[in-house]
Every structure is written in C-alpha cells, then in structure tokens.
C-alpha cells in the first residue's frame, strides 16, 4: 500500500498533526478527526486530489451496488472510470495549476474508515514529492471525465442515488452551505 498527502506547497519537510481549518460536524465517536493529525489517502483514491488545492469538487463512480439507471442519470452514458464535476470558476485554475504529490511512510498511519482515509497522530517525514504540472492529464490517464458546471449545487440529490459520490473542499462552492457529512457510506470501493 502506498500512501498521500497532496498540497499547493513544494517544499515541504516534516508534516506536523493539525487540527482542520473548518470544523466538520461528524458523527458520533468521530469527532476526534477534527482535531491534531496528519491526513493522507491511499493510491486507489488519490484521484480525488488531482486539483488545486482548495477547489471544490465532487467525483463520482459506480460500484456493484450502482443501477445502471442511477449511473446514466449522472454521468451522461459515460464510459470513464469516474466522472469530475468542478465549478466553471475554477476551470482555469485546474487547466494551468499544479499540485504536489508527497508519498508518506505508513507505520504511524490508521484507516479511519472514510474511503481511502488515513491519519497519523504524530509527525511524519515525506518519502519524497512529486510535481503534477498537468492537472487534466492526470484525469485522462486515468480514464476520469471532466464535468464543468456553473455551480456544484444541483448535485446535491447525488447522495441520495446508488452511485459512489466523494465531495471535497464543498465549503468552497458558490451556494453550497455550512460544511457537514456529505459522504457515502463506507465500503464502497473504486
């Protein structure tokens, strides 16, 4: 298992556990991920970080549990892997951005049950970092679609359908509201 953390910051040397800048109402007995930890995801999802840091995004994907009518309905008959919806306002900072990806070690790292989720309670030292210059070409070698709408809020409805939907930096998002628990169940793999 390899695992991630992605920043906007190039240089990067030691990670230090930081509470998160918004706090997040979580459910019971996880409230404890707001606090002091060093974030990282897993390889299988770091397709969910391939975008400027603060851009808010949702990704969706099918998995086994996914009817092909639920799937239809939000991809447009696509035949990607997965399928990105950005705001229009952030289209030109995706297409000329860059992010960097940092490989940690994972000893001092815990699943927290989120989708490829993982959290480390003391400081970790990057393996290395990698610049990733070509945000959109990222998405295409990996088989994601592009979606580019005005706003993110007519998704909202998405996690109420069998299709695996992830949304990041939502806060960020023209209407969407307070930051909350926007994510599917856990168990559904990529």
Request: include cysteine.
């Amino acid at each position: 298992m390899r695992l991630f953390h992605f920043s906007d910051e190039p240089n990067i040397d030691v990670f230090n556990p930081r509470p998160i800048r918004v706090h997040v109402d979580r459910p019971s007995g996880q409230e404890w991920l707001n606090g002091a930890l060093v974030w990282a995801t897993d390889e299988q999802h770091a397709l969910l970080y391939l975008f400027p840091r603060e851009c808010p995004r949702i990704v969706i994907w099918p998995f086994s549990e996914t009817t092909q009518e639920d799937w239809l309905r939000w991809s447009g008959d696509c035949t990607k892997n997965a399928i990105a919806f950005i705001e229009q306002s952030w289209e030109e900072r995706f297409n000329s951005g860059s992010v960097y990806r940092y490989e940690l070690p994972v000893s001092s790292f815990e699943e927290v049950g989120e989708l490829g989720m993982w959290v480390s309670r003391t400081s970790v030292t990057p393996l290395g970092v990698t610049r990733l210059s070509n945000l959109p070409g990222e998405l295409q070698s990996r088989n994601i679609g592009l979606r580019v709408m005005e706003r993110l809020v007519p998704l909202k409805n998405i996690w109420m359908s069998s299709v695996h939907a992830s949304g990041v930096r939502l806060r960020n998002a023209q209407g969407w509201g307070k930051p909350g628990w926007n994510h599917t169940k856990p168990g559904r793999k990529f």
